[in-house]
DNA sequence: CCGTTTGGTAAGGGTAATGTGCAAGA
DNA sequence: ATCTTGCACATTACCCTTACCAAACG
């Protein structure tokens, strides 16, 4: 049915008061309200409540039945007694992409809300009536699809049950409830009214689905895990001994209702395990034709009911008749094909072409229909998790870096077979690297929020970026990583993920450090990029130069990263640990004035091709910055103009550690990441090709390249050549990048060698 | 009293992840 | 001959929706 998209590039948003958009980890807009100017909060009323809320709504102020785009906002108190306050916006209902035109206008508006503890009523209907209604009959849902609502099914993502999380923080911090397994297991029903209606604000799923996930997620005696031998014999008594009384059965088990009852689906007296008989498999297929009244040959992949062919089949449970159908009989029946490398390509390529910011918003039937080596959407789906993998830490990167590190990874393979056959060397055994590829990594490279460094990390501009290193994890000794660096979310995004940069003054005008606000922890994960705020006047195509300091590499390495901005130009430099002081005081940042034309293809397109197999593999940035000011407005139409590709080369050498690392825990996701990230050595030349274009520094009345700041021509020194004596101090000091830029040859391969890892 | 709202259960379709057996290759 | 590895298939814990029910509410 229907999904929820979250594509804030679509949503066009106006701001009625000087703010600054972040993005936390899970993709949530984070709205920064500073105190300092209280006053345009609210019109209406002087006096400031400590609590306000900021309201999407559209500008026409369409009816409530219109489907209108609806952002959910859960506004968060910074302190007690701090005025600012963060909101999370998240949008919750699907808005196709040609309502989106220019003519649709949300508009945020702050407003009050007096009630500590009350979340949800003011604006609910606008926001989502799905998430405040329970769905009892198939008329109320009806009703609602009737007046065009849309809500979420299937399985939640992360930033949905993070949405709840913090709507269940908050309703039990505004009632001093410290457990909330107090309200849903000991309270009565009228003790936690509004509960469940409360916590689902933000949320456009009926209330019902809020209500049982909740159940779930609360519930002790679910995720208990494997049940032993002794529980299934416990069980199997418990079962003749209670019937169909699951709560009762669990309750005697230690298990949930739900728990018990699937366990008990799962075994059938009668059933067999193990290989499936001819015999078997003819009964089945002959069930399956036969309640769908279809032929042998035909595809059957939906409207079966799998208990009744279990019933019927008599030896296998529906689970395992569904699963022998789906994962295989269907297709031998049908008469498909195998499976092949090429189809896996072809998978991903196709994935890749439906350009979907979400993994959920694949539809497997389409990309299945008249594939006659795949066995079923299910099927496919599954091989596409075997092939997502390949990735270690594919659960920490955003779909479409995932999807671009796989497109490079398989290009890689099929041009450079050899180079993998080849690999050798690095004390890990190598056999079958050439037909399989597991446990290459997308890096996660961060920037993190350093305090010391940053007096006043919410004071400045933030810029959500996103940079991932795709290398090997083989290699403990050497490596050379292709690096492709995002800001924001591009269309060519490979990299990793920052949460939200600030902008910081270096004492040179116009150069700043650019660092990342801090409370964002890791794994960072970027599925939907909104907006970027970025310093500079929308309309004016100056260009900006940042002055980057990486303080996640004070430690132990250097990085050196220029981001080139086009429009507005931006160059982010990320300096190198020992010479801190001397990028903050520096007057200038060095641009290389060589400039390499060839090497440095023309944005958008040519990275694409560029990217990875063909050239020397270059690091890459690309920026797509788009912009909040102080009022700033922003459609669909002007953002893309906005948003240039910023492209810039970087070679890097990395030393990879810990390849030990496989599949964390999620739990551990963020130990991980920083371990990993602390390790390599990376040094980044930059050749720059500024073409005809003047590079311009843009200072900052604020020390700080504020969301309000307006930049105009007139703020804008024009410069042609800078210099930076930390740049030029590293070029001189890495001798590998001088040798892989003799030997591109070698390079590529290493760099292949790299991206490339077997087990 | 009665229609509506709210909270709840059972059944069953489904997903995501792990386990297992086996063939191919080193 | 033996070990390793990758793969396909099998299994299973958990997830989600639907349909239906009943108590509480207004």
Redesign the pocket.
Known sequence: ?STVEEDSDTVTVETVNSVTFTQDTDGNLILHCPQNDPDEIDSEDSTEPPRKRLCLSPEDDQSVDDAAPCISVVALPLSENDQSFEVTMTATTEVADDELSEGTVTQIQILQNDQLDEISPLGTEEVSAVS???????E??DSLTNKGHKW?????SKEEIDILMNNIERYLKARGIKDATEI?FEMS??E??????TIAWGLN?????V???V???YDDR??????TPEEIEKLKELRIKHG?????IGAALG?????V???C???KDT??????TEEEEKRLAEVVHELTSTEPGDIV??????????ERVGT?????C???W???LNW?QSGGT??TKEDEINLILRIAELDVAD??DIN?DLLAEGWSSV?S??WL??KW??I??QIANH?DVSFPVLIKGLKQLHENQKNNPVLLENKSGSGV?N???N??V?HVQIRVARLEDNTAISPSPMAALQIPVQITHVSSTDSPAASVDSETITLNSGTLQTFEILPSFHLQPTGTPGTYLLQTSSSQGLPLTLTTSPTVTLAAAPASPEQIIVHALSPEHLLNTSDNVTVQCHTPRVIIQTVATEDIANSISQAELAVDSDLHSSDFPEPPDALEADTFPDEIPRPKMTIQPSFNTHVSKFSDQNSTELMNSVMVRAEEDIADTDLKQE?PPSHLASAYVTEDLESPTIVHQVHQTIDDETILIVPSPHGFIQASDVIDTESVLPLTTLTDPIFQHHQEESNIIGASLGSPVSEDSKDVEDLVN??
Request: proline share 3%; glycine share 4%; net charge positive.
């Open positions: 049915m405040q209604a329970w769905f009892t009959t198939k109320d849902k979420k099914q299937g399985m939640w849903i029903k009228d936690r009214k509004d509960f469940y209606r799923r009926p209330l019902f689905a209500y049982r996930r159940l779930r997620m679910n995720h208990v895990g494997k049940y169909n009384d699951w709560a009762t298990r949930s209702a739900s728990s009852k699937d366990r689906r799962l075994m059933c067999n395990t193990g290989k499936w992949t939906q409207g079966v009911s799998w208990a009744a062919v279990a296998r449970s529906e689970k395992q569904r699963s022998k789906l994962n295989y031998k195998e499976w993994e959920n497997w066995r959407p299910q789906r599954s998790w075997t997502k993998r659960k055994p056999s079958n690297c037909s399989s597991q599949e077997c087990h």
